[in-house]
């Protein structure tokens, strides 16, 4: 039997999957995150799943064909700002790009918006004489001198990781190239990360952004993967584990470490692999146009996916600093389970974004924790029992969420406890109403023509309300929704992606350079999939570029169905198309201005899914475990309410509500006049007569 094992570090709990290659079968382990020492949590993990598996470590990670990882040491470095010692060596006169950034605020309006604070000190950022003009033309020669006085500083105040980000380098790296090389030479121990390798495209701030983030955080990635690789092998695995990227593909180590900013904000972007794979059931992989929504313990994450595939962007930020990576387009708010709700200083309710996460966690986990959290209103509520919650392997405490709700919301605001706990869900629910209106309304697309798959482990609970507020008729809960992007992460596509600027305009576009750019792209991909010891068979492509119409400031990344041209008018027809998608109109006859030309090559990855066969008995009152008092809607209304086991549940049950599924790891609440149909792979639910 081979194995596939995604490893997915949350807030709260790290989410471990393990599915049969053979039989597609799969399996949610959780144990509780250890922020001091992530890599602690995943053996803690590990451990779970050999007791309930009956094996040893050995044993279960030398059957393993694939382990894929999403790990947030990077983004974790960003955040707490604990990253090493960083010097940045930038083109002379431009030392001070990361604090004039792209001369704009996010919010014009806020007044007392923070600016982002660089990760460099301005001491260590030096200018370096020399000059690459925009056509890739050298003005003037590279300042050696400039650099040996840098690498004379940079010893005296012990930098452990540097970045170079000249002008013009995304057209001629040459510069970068020779800068590295006399910094090997006299500082061989640092590693150095170049712009022009980790964002070969237009804008200063940005290119110079992403190579300082790579810089800061590649130490404590590099650390912390080799951690990883070496308990793996000495555990027997015998391949190249793999890392998820935020383009929501997966990539052996070596290949991250070469940009290590593309592990930031990683771990959600596997959840669109997830909802493809359990869409497939029910859709041909070209129709399946969906909204993926993740509720975890810290966050509700929501990404867009049409005609099979996620949505992307190059406006992913963390902390304020832009990655310029193509990255999954995912909003993600602070509405997790372990959200705390509290009242604000104008005397209001209100939800997140702080969380209690796995220390000390929600105040029903008895681990110390005293606010109230979303997990301790669905305790109240009745959504989620304290004997059942992750198949009885962790009891809450009732009363903990009861005392917390009503000292901290219902004492205050005069409400009872129950109706406190249901203000806390509807805030919840109505900040994520607004992440999925963000991902579709605000991206031209009407949420009523999708589905909408929820996972996470609560997300099933919340999915009812979301589906009926934003007029979505049907969504599917996958039976591993509390490992929902860890089983994404055992699906995911390997994917290598490319980037090369060629500034063009419609008018005078060489077709010959376009199908010649894309073709050494796709050479090089082949390459190094190859390198990587990662088979091409296979393989398929997907092409974009980014243009714009003349004088527009943005420019739309642009899918594309191919990657060789003939005729100009075929090649912009792409754009016209996606530009009149999102913004319900086009410009034919102006001119288009093209920027960057992208690959991205995909060595599909996803299990065979079984075809259903539905059981001609529809009655599932066997799997019925017991019933209980459950508050629904607005009003709160107390109803008597059937309690199944999910693991009872066969394809072909149709659950009617008012009625709660528990599973092993998650669960679904299915509200009066909604129903749900059991499928091998997830639940198929239905609002109204639908």
Same mark, same amino acid.
Not at 125 to 143: F, N, P, Q
Not at 198 to 221: H, I, K, N
Not at 569 to 584: C, G, K, M, P, V
């Given at each position: ?70 790990? =947030? ?19 002379? #006169? ?10 704009? /605020? ?8 923070? +600016? &982002?604070? $660089?990760?460099?000190? *301005? ?26 006085? @840098? ?21 001629? $790296? ?5 800068? !590295? ?124 996916? *049409? ?52 220390? $000390? ?17 669905? %305790?109240?509520? #009745? ?23 009503? /000292?901290?919301?219902?004492? &205050?605001? #005069?409400?009872? %406890? ?7 869900? +509807? ?5 994520? %109403? ?8 605000? +991206? ?29 008729? +049907? ?63 296979? %393989? ?12 527009? @400031? ?31 109109? /086009? ?10 030309? *992208?690959?991205? @090559? ?38 008597? =309410? ?8 066969? $394809? ?18 299915? @509200? ?13 639910? !239905?609002?109204?007569?639908?």
């Amino acid at each position: 039997m081979s194995l596939r094992i995604g490893i997915d570090i949350g807030g709260t709990f790290t989410d471990i999957t393990v599915a049969d290659e053979t039989t597609g079968d799969v399996q949610v382990y959780k144990s509780l995150s250890v922020p001091s020492d992530p890599l602690k949590g995943i053996t803690n993990g590990i451990a779970v799943v050999c007791q309930e598996m009956g094996i040893d470590e050995d044993a279960l990670i030398s059957r393993c064909a694939r382990i894929v990882h999403g790990n =947030t040491i990077g983004t974790n470095a960003i955040i707490q700002r604990n990253g090493p010692v960083t010097g940045l060596l930038g083109t002379k #006169g431009f030392r001070d790009v990361l604090e004039f950034m792209d001369g704009t /605020k996010p919010d014009p309006f806020d007044l007392r918006m923070e +600016r &982002p604070q $660089p990760l460099v000190p *301005r001491y260590l950022r030096l200018g370096i004489g020399g000059r690459i003009d925009y056509s890739g033309k050298e003005v003037d020669t590279l300042a050696e001198a400039d650099i040996l006085g @840098a690498i004379e500083l940079f010893k005296k105040e012990n930098v452990e990781s540097i970045a170079v980000a000249y002008l013009w380098s995304q057209v001629n $790296p040459i510069h970068e190239q020779k800068t !590295r090389e006399l910094l090997g030479l006299h500082l061989p121990d640092v590693p150095v990360l170049l712009s022009s390798d980790v964002l070969p495209q237009l804008r200063e701030w940005d290119r110079t952004s992403a190579s300082v983030l790579c810089a800061y955080t590649y130490p404590a990635v590099a650390g912390y993967l080799d951690r990883f690789r070496k308990y793996l092998v000495e555990h027997g695995f015998k391949s190249e584990p793999l890392i998820i990227q935020c383009n929501g593909g997966s990539a052996p180590i070596e290949h991250i470490l070469k940009i290590p900013s593309k592990s930031i904000g990683s771990g959600p972007a596997a959840a669109p692999a997830a909802a493809v794979q359990v869409a497939s059931e029910f859709f041909s992989r070209d129709d399946i146009n969906a909204i993926s929504v993740d509720m975890g313990g810290t966050s509700f994450d929501v990404g867009l996916i *049409r005609n099979g595939l996620p949505t992307f962007t190059r406006d992913l930020r963390i902390a304020g600093m832009p990655l310029g990576s193509l990255a999954t387009d995912i909003i993600s708010v602070g509405a997790g389970g372990g959200s705390i709700a509290f009242i604000d200083p104008g005397g209001a309710l209100a939800v997140g974004p702080r969380s209690a996460g796995a220390e $000390p966690g929600p105040a029903c986990y008895g681990l110390g924790g005293v606010d109230p959290t979303v997990t301790d209103a669905f %305790v109240v509520l #009745g959504y989620v029992h304290p004997d059942t919650f992750l198949g009885g392997r962790f009891s809450l405490d009732h009363s903990k969420a009861l005392q917390a709700i009503e /000292k901290n919301i219902a004492n &205050p605001l #005069g409400l009872s %406890v129950i109706d406190a706990a249901a203000g806390i869900i +509807r805030l919840a629910n109505f900040k994520m %109403v607004k992440a999925i209106e963000s991902v579709s309304v605000e +991206r031209g697309v009407d949420p009523r023509g999708t589905i909408l798959v929820a996972g996470g482990g609560a997300g099933g609970i919340v999915v009812g309300a979301l589906a009926e507020e934003v007029g979505i008729d +049907r969504a599917i809960i996958p039976r591993v929704a509390g490992g929902y992007s860890a089983y994404g992460m055992t699906v995911v596509d390997v994917t290598f992606d490319y980037t090369r600027t060629h500034a063009a305009d419609s008018d005078k576009i060489s077709l010959d350079e376009v199908n010649s750019l894309f073709s050494e792209l796709e050479t090089q991909a082949l390459s190094d999939l190859n390198l990587s010891g990662i088979s091409t068979e296979g %393989v398929r492509f997907q092409w974009f570029y980014d243009a714009a119409y003349w004088g527009q @400031a943005h420019e739309l990344i642009v899918p594309l169905s191919k990657g060789r041209f003939s005729d100009i008018n075929d090649l912009r027809s792409f754009f016209d198309a996606e530009h009149e998608r999102i913004y319900t109109f /086009k410009m034919p006859d102006d001119k288009v201005n093209f920027f960057h030309w *992208r690959l991205n @090559a995909i060595v599909e990855s996803g299990i065979d899914v079984e075809e259903t066969v539905a059981l001609a008995q529809t009655d599932a009152s066997e799997a019925m475990r017991e019933q209980r008092a459950v508050y629904f809607g607005v009003e709160t209304t107390k109803q008597n =309410t059937a309690i199944y086991d999910g693991t009872k549940l066969l $394809p072909g049950h149709i659950v009617k509500g008012p009625a709660v599924i528990e599973e092993l790891t998650s669960g679904i609440v299915i @509200a009066p006049g909604h129903r749900v149909m059991v499928n091998r792979t997830g639940y198929d639910y !239905r609002l109204g007569k639908n």
